[in-house]
Structure formats: structure tokens, C-alpha cells
């Protein structure tokens, strides 16, 4: 499809890609940049508008136009919050650089950028592709304008599985899984990390990589190594950087684990890790969306122990190709690490099913294939939302939202008084008649 629109009319379709992160290479500007790429090599025009030094240096490499700009939201949890200066010139910047190159199509890869691309993309018809990498609260998807975008991608099917019942009746919203490109994983020259831990012939070597962070519980797999260490050789490698490493390198001491276990820096060689010599590869965060270190982990043979949430059971299933416990359990985590170390047979099982599982479900070209087909649908398409509809959309959504809030604080002090029954259910039928007429036959809770 992109080859007809591309050569029929002579011209590469252009895409303004625009993304709102920290300055650091993790899930969703990997992601991005893999895109960045499939773009390229299929008939497009990728350009990145981004505030990340470290992912526009990434995207020129790859040869995409990359414009840096500091970005604000309003509203937001990030600072500043009320900075509408700023946020004015990122419209008129906005209209500019769709108009100054062209832009078919604006791919916002989170949900930030949203606030300031929905007006503009309205303004000048433009379609707007929005790329989900976390769960957002009810809360930000109305102050970040989602109902503003002609499309809505989730990197799973738990990221949108929240949204609430007709929520986007107007929207066409799917899920396409993040792709693995393998060469991020495979390295012909790999890091001795046995040697690095000073880990023996026989220890059990378990590699963490990933940020250290608190829904990362990386404190979890400590717990199992104090627990482990004086019935088994066994060694802990983390690889990572975040707001919890302090906590964890005082952990460490307080178990007496300083000789089984060693943080390393984190790093952009991360094929280096991978391939290293570890015998299983240990995530077992409190919440997901995906699980990308695991599935490159998977490509690297690796036998994995990781959470059962939604997310990464919808990746991984349990004793096929995984080995999946519940979030913040120790005791199973502990028989989990028990199991591969003493089942070696299983333990080759599950690496091996899960490297031909991801490979051949979560490849780059699989997902790049999928973008196509929306990207194509969203050119193509005759009637973008207006922005009338899309004006009273959030109107109605918005009001109804605290409809529902003032009417929850109204019967907490209602329940709490000594009035009948019949008063409590006669205000909840006069709440409903009201939502209903201020929401047009649609309800929100």
C-alpha cells in the first residue's frame, strides 16, 4: 500500500513523529527508533520532533531530520504546569512544521505531545496516530486531549483495557506488540559476566537488566537470593540505573550479600549483556505494559522467570515459556529459581520455545506491518474528526466526569446522614435523568 501512495504521486508520504520522554534510551524510544527506521526502509519520510538529546543523536544516525524543542504540558504531573507561554509557541511551532515539510500524518509515540498536536492536526487536517507505551489515569487522557486523535495504539491490550465503555466510540482503537530487533541482542564478542561476578563452574548466574525503579521490584530478587545463598551457588548480576539503587546497594549490605551480587552501569551495549554467559534472565516487576528487556532476553536464549500480570502474560505463558509467579511473592520467586537450577531439561525447554515464540510473533517486521496498515487507513481515509465532533466529545466526557465526582461526594455525605432509602434512591434516579440529559444517552463512570 505505501509503495502505491509513495510512487503514484511521485513522493515519499512524510511523518512527523513526535515524542515527549527523559533524556535516556528505554522501551518506547527503542521502540520509536526502530519504527524510525522501518519508516524509512518502506516508502516514507520520518521526521522526529523530540526534547531527548541522547534519542535525537540515535534518530540522525539513522538518517531521519530531528528537531529538538523543550516541551510542556498543561495540567500535567511534570513541571512546569502552568507554563501556557511556552505551550502557545509549541502550537504555533506545530502548524509550522507540518506546513514547512509537508506532513501527511503525525505519529505521537506517548501521550503528552497530544495536547499540543490534537488542536493543530484539527486545524490543518491532518491525522493524528496516537502510540500507547504506559497506562494512562482517566484524569490525563482528558487533559492530554486523547479523544482528539483520529487513532489510539496500544503497545498491549492491557494498556487500553482500561479505557472505560465508549470512552472512544469515535476512534479506531487496536494494539500492535512492540517488535524485537534481534541485532539489539546477538554480539559476537560477549561480556564474561561469570568472570565479572567471579562466579565458579557450577554457580547459578541470574541476570537482572533494566531500571531500578519501584515497580521494578528489583528488592524482590534479593530477598530470594538471602533466601537462596546458603543452599545454592548462586549469583545476582544487576545492570541498570534509577531512583532505587541507593536503596538496593544498602539492601545488599544489610542481607550480606556483597559477594553474590554486583551492579554494573547501565549501558547502551546491550547486546554485550545478552550474550553474555548468565543462565537465566530475572524481571519480576509489579506492573507492565510489555516486558521489552524479557523479550530480548528470550532472543538470547535465556530462560525466564517474570510476573503474572496483564501485560506480560499476554507475551509469555507459564511453564510453556516462561516461568510466571505472582508480583511481590518471594516464596515463589524462590521456587521458581529452585526449578530451574534443578530441572535443567525444563530449564532448556522454556528458553528454546520462548526464543522461536519471539521471534516469530514479535519480529520488527510484524509490527512495522501492522503501522502500514494504520498509517494507510488514516491517509486514505475520506473524514478525519472534525473539530466540532471532537470539541463535543471531550465537552461530553469531561462534564459527565464530574458529574460522576460530584455526585460520589454528594452520596458519601448522604449515605453518612440518617435519611431514608427512598431519599438516597430518589437522588441517584435524579443524578441519572440529569447525566443522562447533560451526556447525550452516554455514561462515563
Known amino acids: 500500500m505505501s509503495d502505491t501512495i509513495a510512487q503514484g504521486k511521485g513522493v515519499k508520504p ?19 527508533l526502530d519504527l524510525l527506521k522501518s519508516a524509512k526502509d518502506n516508502h516514507y519520510a520520518p521526521v522526529l520532533w523530540c526534547n531527548s538529546e541522547v534519542l535525537a543523536k540515535k534518530a540522525t544516525d539513522l538518517g531521519v531530520e530531528v528537531i529538538i524543542d523543550n516541551f510542556v504540558c498543561l495540567a500535567y504531573w511534570t513541571l512546569p504546569r502552568w507554563n501556557f ?15 514547512d515539510y509537508k506532513i501527511s500524518l503525525v505519529h505521537c509515540n506517548n501521550g503528552a505531545p497530544c495536547q499540543w ?3 493543530i492536526c484539527k486545524m490543518t487536517a491532518t491525522p493524528l496516530l496516537l ?20 487513532s489510539i495504539i496500544g503497545v498491549s491490550q492491557s494498556v487500553t483495557k482500561l479505557f472505560k465503555d465508549n ?14 530487533e534481534p541485532q539489539r541482542v546477538h554480539c559476537s564478542s560477549p561480556r564474561d559476566i561469570r568472570a565479572e ?11 537482572y537488566m533494566g531500571s531500578l525503579i519501584p515497580r521494578k521490584s528489583v528488592s524482590q530478587l534479593l530477598y530470594a537470593v538471602e533466601k537462596l545463598k546458603n543452599n545454592y551457588q548462586i549469583k545476582l548480576a544487576i545492570v541498570g540505573s534509577g531512583s532505587e539503587a541507593a536503596k538496593l546497594t544498602h539492601l545488599v549490605a544489610q542481607l550480606a550479600l556483597t559477594h553474590h551480587v554486583k551492579f554494573f552501569a547501565a549501558s547502551d551495549k546491550v547486546a554485550e549483556i545478552y550474550s553474555s554467559n548468565a543462565d537465566c534472565f530475572i524481571s519480576v516487576p509489579s506492573e507492565e505494559v510489555f516486558g521489552l528487556t524479557l523479550a530480548e532476553a528470550s532472543i538470547a536464549k535465556l530462560p525466564i522467570i517474570t510476573s503474572n500480570i496483564p501485560g506480560i502474560n499476554e507475551i509469555y505463558t507459564d511453564q510453556e515459556n516462561a516461568l510466571l509467579i505472582s508480583p511481590n511473592n518471594i516464596d515463589q520467586l524462590v521456587s521458581a529459581i529452585k526449578t530451574l537450577i534443578e530441572k535443567p531439561c525444563l530449564t532448556k525447554k522454556l ?7 519471539i521471534v516469530k510473533t514479535f519480529s520488527v517486521k510484524r509490527q512495522f506491518i501492522a503501522f502500514n496498515l494504520a498509517y494507510q487507513s488514516l491517509l486514505l481515509a475520506e473524514n478525519q474528526l472534525s473539530v466540532s465532533l471532537v470539541l463535543n466529545s471531550h ?3 469531561l462534564l459527565t466526569a464530574c458529574l460522576s465526582k460530584v455526585f460520589t461526594k454528594v452520596m458519601t455525605k448522604v449515605m453518612a446522614t440518617p435519611l431514608t432509602n427512598a431519599l438516597a434512591n430518589s437522588l441517584t434516579k435524579g443524578y441519572k435523568h440529569l447525566l443522562l440529559k447533560f451526556s447525550w444517552g452516554k455514561s462515563h463512570d
Open 197 to 207: 561476578l567471579s562466579a565458579k563452574k557450577n554457580d547459578f548466574v541470574i541476570l
Open 14 to 32: 512524510q511523518v512527523l513523529y513526535v515524542h515527549y520522554g527523559d533524556n535516556w534510551l528505554r522501551g518506547s524510544e527503542i521502540v520509536l
Open 395 to 397: 465537552a461530553k466526557i
Open 167 to 180: 470512552e472512544f466510540n469515535t476512534q479506531q482503537v487496536s494494539t500492535i506488540y512492540n517488535g524485537i
Open 131 to 150: 502510540h500507547l507505551h504506559a497506562r494512562y489515569m482517566y484524569r490525563d487522557r482528558l487533559t492530554l486531549l486523547f479523544h482528539g486523535a483520529d
Open 85 to 99: 507561554g511556552h505551550f502557545f509557541k509549541l502550537l504555533i511551532k506545530a502548524k509550522k512544521l507540518i506546513k
Open 351 to 357: 528458553a528454546e520455545n520462548a526464543h522461536k515464540h
Open 117 to 119: 498536536m490534537v488542536p
